[in-house]
């Protein structure tokens, strides 16, 4: 895991709101429409709690675990 609880939390917002609009739940159907499935991507990386691009760039959200 390479991604810290906010992180993931907002991904996950992100990603339910994009596929609403993608859906359209709540929006108004129109040729963008396709845009919204766009949000699997960080729906799947806040669930699994890894990203991909924070590997190749070596970054981590993830709280630094304190010695035992």
Not at 11 to 39: D, H, K, M, T
Request: with cysteine; proline share 9%.
């Amino acid at each position: 895991m390479n991604m810290g609880w906010i992180d993931r939390v907002v991904r996950f917002v992100i990603g339910v709101v994009l596929l609403a609009y993608a859906v359209p739940i709540g929006f108004e159907p129109s040729s963008w429409n396709w845009v919204g499935w766009i949000g699997v991507v960080p729906l799947l990386t806040a669930v699994f709690g890894v990203c991909p691009l924070y590997s190749l760039l070596g970054i981590s959200t993830c709280t630094p675990k304190r010695p035992a």
